[in-house]
Every structure is written in structure tokens, then in C-alpha cells.
């Protein structure tokens, strides 16, 4: 089964960035598309951002389009979300998510496309 771990959280300032990791391990990562989500305890699970398995087609929601960049390296088995200009409502813990490009058309922002998750990593935004 495929494992995921996700890295790169932290304590941040507003205005800051963080560059957030999501390794694979045993099996090969370009046989996924990724996505990355969030959650704030009490609220439901925010869709972020998506990308192919060859990094050519990526999605973003509306609210952090233009702040966040995901992009991936195959040959290091590891999915990248570069998250910039942040603000305390970027407070979350982010979760990276992976299914077989065999089974999916398109990149996708719903967690119910999903099958394997890591365990989070937290950012914190705060002065």
C-alpha cells in the first residue's frame, strides 16, 4: 500500500513561506496524481491544489491561486507545495493525498477522489 508523509510545516510569520514535502515510499510517485489539502479543526477539509503525474496539468482553488505553487520531482519520488504571502487563516494542518493515474481523467480538488493520505504536517501563522 502507498505511504505518505508530508514535511515542511512549521511556525511562520505573516508574510511568510514555507516550502511543504509530500514523499512517497516503496512505490512509484509519477504513477500518481497528488493533491493537497488542508483542515482547520471544526471545519470541513479544503481542497488546494492538484497535479498530474507528469506535472503537466495542475488545478488551484480560488483562494490561494496566485500564493501557492505545487510542482513535483519524480526522480526524487516527492510532490512540492510552495505556500507564499501567508496569513494567520492560513493556520491548518496540510495533508497530501495520491491516486493511480490508471484510475483518474483530471486533476481534482475533491477528497473524495483520493485514496491513500499522509498523516499532516502543521503550519502555524502567527506574529
Known amino acids: 500500500q502507498l505511504q505518505l508523509v508530508e514535511s515542511g510545516g512549521g511556525l511562520v510569520q505573516p508574510g511568510g513561506s514555507l516550502r511543504l514535502s509530500c514523499a512517497a515510499s516503496?512505490?512509484?510517485?509519477?504513477?500518481?496524481?497528488i493533491g493537497w489539502f488542508r483542515q482547520v479543526p471544526g471545519k470541513e477539509r479544503e481542497g488546494l491544489s492538484a497535479?498530474?503525474?507528469?506535472?503537466?496539468?495542475?488545478s488551484y482553488a480560488e483562494s490561494v491561486k496566485g500564493r501557492f505553487t505545487i510542482s513535483r520531482d519524480n526522480a526524487k519520488n516527492t510532490v512540492y507545495l510552495e505556500v507564499n504571502s501567508l496569513t494567520p487563516e492560513d493556520t491548518a494542518v496540510y495533508y497530501c493525498?495520491?491516486?493511480?493515474?490508471?484510475?483518474?481523467?483530471?486533476?481534482?480538488?475533491?477528497?473524495?477522489?483520493?485514496?491513500?493520505w499522509g498523516q499532516g504536517t502543521q503550519v502555524t501563522v502567527s506574529s
Open positions: 497535479i498530474s503525474r507528469t506535472g503537466l496539468s495542475t
Open positions: 516503496k512505490f512509484k510517485l509519477g504513477d500518481y496524481f
Open positions: 493525498a495520491a491516486k493511480r493515474a490508471l484510475f483518474m481523467s483530471s486533476v481534482s480538488l475533491s477528497e473524495g477522489q483520493y485514496d491513500y
